[in-house]
C-alpha cells in the first residue's frame, strides 16, 4: 500500500469515528443530558413513592399529612422527601379531598406522556387519597 493511500485509509477511518461519536451523541444524548434524565426519572419515583405513602398514612389516620415530615415520623412509611439533586424538599399542599406534589424537572420525560407527564421547570401532580390501595 502507497503512503498516500495509507493516509487517505487512515483520514477515512478517523472520520468513520469521528461521525459514529457525532451520531451517538445525538441520538443518545450528552452524557450530561443523560444525568439529567436519570434525574428527572429518579424525581418521579420519588414522587410515586410519596403518594403511596402518604395513601397509607391516609388508611392509617383516615386524614392527611400536614407536612411531608410529619410521614417520616410514622413507623414504616420512611420515604425520600427531598430533591436528589438540589437537596430541596419536595413540595406537598393539601387540598380539600386530594394533596398536591410538586418538583422540578430539567426536561420532558424519555417515556410517554401519561399521569406523571412533565416539562422543564416545576410541574405538580394532583391526586386523591385512596383508601383502598394502603
Same mark, same amino acid.
Given at each position: 500500500?502507497?503512503?498516500? !493511500?495509507? $493516509?487517505?485509509? &487512515?483520514?477515512?477511518?478517523?472520520?468513520?469515528?469521528?461521525? #459514529?461519536?457525532? /451520531?451517538?451523541?445525538? @441520538?443518545?444524548?450528552?452524557?450530561?443530558?443523560?444525568? !439529567?434524565? $436519570?434525574?428527572? &426519572?429518579?424525581?418521579?419515583?420519588?414522587?410515586?413513592?410519596? #403518594?403511596?405513602? /402518604?395513601?397509607?398514612? @391516609?388508611?392509617?389516620?383516615?386524614?392527611?399529612?400536614?407536612?411531608?415530615?410529619?410521614?417520616?415520623?410514622?413507623?414504616?412509611?420512611?420515604?425520600?422527601?427531598?430533591?436528589?439533586?438540589?437537596?430541596?424538599?419536595?413540595?406537598?399542599?393539601?387540598?380539600?379531598?386530594?394533596?398536591?406534589?410538586?418538583?422540578?424537572?430539567?426536561?420532558?420525560?424519555?417515556?410517554?406522556?401519561?399521569?406523571?407527564?412533565?416539562?422543564?421547570?416545576?410541574?405538580?401532580?394532583?391526586?386523591?387519597?385512596?383508601?383502598?390501595?394502603?
Amino acid at each position: 500500500m502507497t503512503p498516500g !493511500l495509507q $493516509r487517505s485509509f &487512515a483520514f477515512l477511518a478517523a472520520a468513520a469515528v469521528l461521525a #459514529a461519536v457525532v /451520531i451517538a451523541l445525538l @441520538w443518545l444524548g450528552s452524557p450530561a443530558q443523560e444525568r !439529567l434524565s $436519570r434525574l428527572d &426519572a429518579r424525581r418521579i419515583s420519588d414522587l410515586q413513592n410519596l #403518594a403511596r405513602t /402518604i395513601n397509607v398514612f @391516609w388508611t392509617r389516620h383516615t386524614r392527611l399529612p400536614e407536612t411531608l415530615q410529619e410521614l417520616i415520623g410514622d413507623p414504616g412509611l420512611d420515604t425520600a422527601t427531598t430533591d436528589p439533586q438540589t437537596l430541596e424538599p419536595y413540595e406537598y399542599r393539601r387540598l380539600e379531598g386530594q394533596f398536591e406534589l410538586c418538583a422540578r424537572f430539567a426536561g420532558e420525560p424519555a417515556e410517554p406522556p401519561g399521569f406523571w407527564a412533565h416539562g422543564a421547570g416545576r410541574a405538580c401532580f394532583v391526586m386523591t387519597p385512596d383508601r383502598t390501595k394502603p
